[in-house]
């Protein structure tokens, strides 16, 4: 046993020796960084995982839940500045359940449950009221705070008092709202329009423009009234117009720069745009016969009365009573024809109505400016465009920008002149490029002198590294040799009574019948 021992604290003491001093560092390095794996490990096992039990809790809610832990005798931690308990995962679900039957932690708030646990008939209107209101207060702030992007939220509500005379209208109600916003969150318009509906609906006669409501960092969140496009600021006007002059210069450039190049036509448009937005109900009454103008009959009713006979009404005056009379003398007597036709029809006309509404946005009036350059390259020289020419470019570009025009403006504008809101110009531009000076490069020359730099001192850099692999290279082989040397010499100072024990050694290990074939032979000889 002891022989075993020995040879393998020769080879260990063997292998060590031969290792040089970087392969040494490496094994030790390796050692202790596995220690210290294993020890991490065993620590991390063996250690109690904690949950958060309860999270957001106020100062009070906190400290009676640190009691309680401590009575109960469970481990627990507090973080986030005592707003965060955590206890044992193991005991983290039994803990929930029993704190919920206690009714702990207990906020101070009052709910709608408080009602079904204290009601009495000893209870007054106003403590019925202010315990309501408080109720109210705090549902919605639960509400609230179960939204995304809001940890909490604390309301106060004014509500409105009911009046003691019938004729008086009520008071509308008011409420003031701070939330605490999440790191980095931010509300769109959307989701404010949602919160002020949400507290609005909640809260009775409660209008949307008694809602206050902002964050802790004492930010408002307004309600935008968009109704009907009618509360637009000035600068969303004028990004509108912006927008529609820009679209109609994009294509009047496309075009006429396809036509002369892009380089050749300036374009500049100008609108007048109305914005406003106009609901009206039209009543219109039309004959069915609008050649005629006659409507379409639906009933008639025709009276036709004739007399003829003597006139018994006496004279006075010498005239008769009666204008129409027309006295005819026959025979001596005094005869009167009289007849009256009475006709009333009823016509139905076609009652029509309308109710419109008219969109904003409407272009009310359009100028287009465009500047054209009047030169043109002809080989290597560029000349003038003559008067003809021009002329003609002007007319072209008249017609294109008429249609434009005619297209755009609102259909109610009475009287377009396209040619008056046409301005054409010809000039030589001051900026136009210079077709024979050389381009610039695309690369600066700064960048080049840079490259360079960096260039060179990669090349230094691994001529070092090469020089240093060189210097390296003859130590290494030598100590190489030195330990061959060594090898070689230790083998020539073995004995060789030695090597032939060894032999022996090896022989009895592997062919332990030949050996003892060898051993006998030997006795025999003695």
Do not use: C
Not at 2 to 10: D, G, M, P, V
Not at 147 to 168: C, H, P
Not at 377 to 383: C, L, Q, S, W
Not at 483 to 504: A, F, G, H, N, P
């Amino acid at each position: 046993m002891n022989e075993t021992i020995q040879q393998y604290r020769n080879r260990i003491t063997e292998f060590w020796q031969s290792r040089t001093n970087p392969q040494r560092s490496l094994i030790v390095g390796g050692a202790l960084g596995l220690i210290a794996l294993i020890v991490t490990i065993t620590v991390i096992a063996s250690s109690t995982k904690m949950v958060p039990l309860y999270s957001n809790l106020s100062l009070e809610e906190a400290g009676e839940l640190r009691q309680e832990l401590e009575d109960r005798g469970v481990s627990y931690e507090i973080e986030q500045g005592g707003s965060t308990i955590l206890v044992p995962e193991a005991q983290s679900d039994e803990l929930l359940v029993d704190f919920a039957a206690q009714g702990i932690p207990n906020s101070g708030n009052i709910d709608y449950t408080f009602f079904s646990e204290n009601v009495s008939w000893g209870m007054t209107d106003e403590e019925r009221q202010i315990i309501e209101l408080d109720a109210l207060q705090t549902e919605l702030s639960n509400l609230i705070s179960n939204i995304q992007g809001i940890s909490e939220a604390n309301v106060l509500i004014n509500q409105a008092r009911d009046t003691i005379f019938v004729g008086d209208e009520m008071n509308d109600s008011s409420a003031s709202i701070v939330v605490n916003t999440d790191y980095g969150y931010d509300f769109d318009q959307a989701q404010v329009k949602g919160l002020y509906h949400l507290v609005s609906k909640a809260v009775p006669n409660l209008p949307e423009e008694n809602i206050v409501i902002m964050n802790q960092h004492f930010e408002y969140y307004d309600l935008e009234n968009t109704n009907n496009g009618a509360n637009h600021t000035y600068a969303e006007h004028q990004q509108i117009r912006k927008d529609v002059e820009r679209d109609i210069q994009r294509r009047v450039q496309q075009m006429l720069g396809t036509m002369m190049g892009q380089d050749k036509v300036v374009v500049s448009v100008t609108t007048d745009i109305d914005f406003t937005q106009e609901n009206r109900i039209e009543e219109l009454v039309e004959p069915t016969d609008l050649d005629n103008m006659e409507g379409l009959p639906v009933s008639v009713d025709r009276v036709t009365e004739t007399y003829t006979g003597y006139d018994g009404s006496e004279l006075v005056d010498g005239e008769a009573d009666i204008d129409n009379l027309v006295g005819v003398i026959e025979d001596g007597e005094e005869v009167t024809d009289y007849e009256m036709v009475r006709e009333t029809i009823n016509n139905e006309f076609n009652r029509i109505q309308r109710e419109i509404v008219e969109s904003p946005y409407e272009i009310r009036d359009l100028g287009i400016q465009v500047a054209v350059d009047n030169t043109v390259e002809e080989g290597n020289e560029i000349v003038q465009l003559t008067e003809a020419e021009q002329v003609a470019v002007e007319e072209d570009i008249q017609s294109i920008l008429g249609s434009i025009i005619q297209t755009s403006v609102s259909s109610e504008v009475e009287t377009v002149e396209p040619m008056d809101k046409v301005s054409i110009v010809f000039q030589e531009f001051s900026g136009a490029p210079d077709f024979q000076s050389p381009t610039t490069p695309a690369i600066p020359t700064w960048l080049y002198v840079v490259g360079g730099i960096m260039l060179l001192v990669i090349i230094i850099l691994l001529i070092m590294v090469f020089k240093r692999k060189q210097e390296d290279a003859p130590t290494d082989l030598v100590e190489t040799v030195e330990e061959t040397e060594q090898d070689y010499s230790m083998e020539e100072v073995e004995s060789e009574s030695v090597i032939r024990r060894k032999q022996l050694e090896q022989m009895a290990k592997e062919k332990p019948e030949e050996f003892a074939k060898l051993l006998r032979s030997w006795i025999a000889d003695d």
